[in-house]
């Protein structure tokens, strides 16, 4: 059996798992890829310890077949 995904699919789980504001970063990559194809992508979620302060980032990168 084949495991048949949409590149949209696994950002969406990609970004889902990182835990950052999830719904709010899928809104605003809708927004920003305005209905274009996701080729590929990278989601790096980084986790700073500052002091007391746990401080969080996100980076999604998507390639759409005319943008990066």
């Known amino acids: 059996m084949t495991d048949v995904t ?3 699919s696994e950002l969406k789980t ?7 504001y999830p719904a709010l970063v899928l809104d605003a990559l809708e927004i920003a890829l305005g209905g274009e ?9 980084e ?7 746990l401080r969080r980032h996100i980076t999604v990168l998507v390639i759409t077949p005319t943008r990066l």
């Open 14 to 20: 990609a970004v889902e798992r990182s835990g950052y």
């Open 6 to 8: 949409s590149p949209w």
């Open 47 to 53: 986790a700073t310890f500052d002091r007391t302060e």
């Open 37 to 45: 194809e996701v080729l590929s992508h990278v989601v790096q979620h």
